[in-house]
T-cell receptor, first 112, second 113 residues
Framework: GAGVSQSPSNKVTEKGKDVELRCDPISGHTALYWYRQSLGQGLEFLIYFQGNSAPDKSGLPSDRFSAERTGGSVSTLTIQRTQQEDSAVYLC??????????FGSGTRLTVV | GQQLNQSPQSMFIQEGEDVSMNCTSSSIFNTWLWYKQDPGEGPVLLIALYKAGELTSNGRLTAQFGITRKDSFLNISASIPSDVGIYFCAGQLYGGATNKLIFGTGTLLAVQP
């Protein structure tokens, strides 16, 4: 598509449930990033995929967080056993060679 | 997570005024970028800076990459109501396993007509 697409745009879940967030990057972009933005805060790096290389997972806050990227395109961020502190906007971005990110509109996750 | 020091945190100005915001880091970056985020949207790239000392303009926006590669500023001239939003600086390092961006804490800009 023309831009980075994320779904769902909003997700409300009960504490302890698992959630999956989806990102469709711009076609042909080899790099894909996930960031988290808490209320009134900047963007916190979570994970980075580049082509077939091993992902950089250094930003994942706990082992409840995981992400995969299938076929070098769509990516899914999974949060297991959600906690209230996981509430945030989760942003996905893609770029052709690691420069000039294009962000999606994000998924607003609320854990109640 | 790691973040850059960005100031001011917020600005409330009159339409037509000029605006300046800056970002500093204890680390050196290869690239500095400035983004704007509107409510409910992801950040949109405004200006990218690739060389120390570089001064770049994009319409009413002007940004500079500090000589030490540890800082950058963004100026907006003759502000208009649609400039309202949150502005983020970001530093990027190339090479190694990642090209991740490290973001500043953001500057909230409000413009009164």
């Amino acid at each position: 598509g023309a831009g980075v697409s994320q779904s769902p745009s909003n997700k409300v879940t009960e504490k302890g449930k698992d959630v999956e967030l989806r990102c469709d990057p711009i076609s042909g972009h080899t790099a894909l990033y996930w960031y988290r933005q808490s209320l009134g805060q900047g963007l916190e790096f979570l994970i980075y995929f580049q082509g077939n290389s091993a992902p950089d997972k250094s930003g994942l806050p706990s082992d409840r967080f995981s992400a995969e990227r299938t076929g070098g395109s769509v990516s899914t961020l999974t949060i297991q056993r959600t906690q209230q502190e996981d509430s945030a906007v989760y942003l996905c971005a893609s770029s052709p060679m690691g420069v000039g990110y294009t962000f999606g509109s994000g998924t607003r996750l609320t854990v109640v | 997570g790691q973040q850059l020091n960005q100031s001011p945190q917020s600005m409330f100005i009159q339409e037509g005024e000029d605006v300046s915001m800056n970002c500093t880091s204890s680390s050196i970056f290869n690239t500095w970028l400035w983004y704007k985020q509107d409510p409910g949207e992801g950040p949109v790239l405004l200006i990218a800076l690739y060389k120390a000392g570089e001064l770049t303009s994009n319409g009413r926006l002007t940004a500079q990459f500090g000589i030490t590669r540890k800082d950058s500023f963004l100026n907006i001239s003759a502000s208009i109501p649609s400039d309202v939003g949150i502005y983020f600086c970001a530093g990027q390092l190339y090479g190694g396993a990642t090209n991740k961006l490290i973001f500043g804490t953001g500057t909230l800009l409000a413009v009164q007509p």
